[in-house]
């Protein structure tokens, strides 16, 4: 079955300090990839998606490049801000899921000044 | 535009009781999604509706059920509660469903504490 592996955290940055949160997948069928973000007490939002290989999602300063040859969608950013502080889920979904998405175990973020 | 609105925002029942769960998605999306997310165990799927049919389950027992509305929102029942259903339960919804690989938008989700 589909699977999605996050690098486990938590993870402690200073401000203005590089980000990579590393998620590799398997999958039945051919995936998207999504980066959702959920910070204390609120669902998730969506952060980033990539629908095909070599395709980049970006959004808030925040980046991840779909490699199908090394089954990866890593995320990174290249200045954290304490307002980063969050869990971050690596999902994928594919059109023999049967709807279902599957989510990484999430990794979270603290940003201290 | 609105996106996935849940209600209520918290619940707090015993156990043996039933909760119900309430979602709309936003306007124009036919499938909602449904994912507890329990302390320590990630999310994990529930249930699919699409077009007012139930689509897919996750592995859950039978006392988690739910139905979809003609306007596409979405109701989830939990019955004879026990203390491990405490948990967050998120709805998604999305455009499309079989055979898609739409992006699944979130609401804020239902805290359901059971003592």
Redesign the interface.
């Known amino acids: 079955g589909d699977s999605v592996t996050q690098m486990e955290g938590p993870v402690t940055l200073s401000e203005e300090a590089f980000l990579t949160i590393n998620c590799t997948y398997t999958a039945t069928g051919y995936p998207s990839l999504f980066w959702y973000v959920q910070y204390p007490g609120e669902g998730l939002q969506l952060l980033l998606k990539a629908t095909k290989a070599d395709d980049k999602g970006s959004n808030k300063g925040f980046e991840a490049t779909y490699r199908k040859e090394t089954t990866s969608f890593h995320l990174e950013k290249g200045s954290v801000q304490v307002s980063d502080s969050a869990v971050y889920f690596c999902a994928l979904n594919t059109n023999t899921n049967a709807g279902k998405s599957t989510f990484g175990d999430g990794t979270t973020l603290t940003v201290k000044p | 535009e609105a996106g996935?609105t849940?209600s209520p925002t918290h619940l707090i029942k015993t156990r043996g009781q039933q909760a119900t769960l309430r979602c709309s998605p936003i306007s124009g999306h036919t499938?909602v999604?449904w994912y507890q997310q329990a302390l320590g165990l990630?999310?994990q799927?529930l249930l699919?509706y699409?077009e007012g049919e139930e689509?897919?389950r996750?592995n859950f027992p039978p006392r988690f059920s739910g139905r979809q509305f003609p306007n596409y929102s979405s109701e989830l029942n939990v019955n004879a509660l026990e203390l491990e259903d405490s948990a967050?339960y998120?709805c998604?919804s999305s455009l499309a469903?079989?055979?898609?690989?739409d992006?699944?938008?979130?609401?804020?989700?239902t805290r359901l504490t059971v003592l």
């Open positions: 996935v849940q499938s999604y990630g999310l799927f699919w699409d689509r897919n996750g967050l998120l998604a469903g079989l055979g898609s690989t992006t699944q938008y979130f609401g804020p989700g």
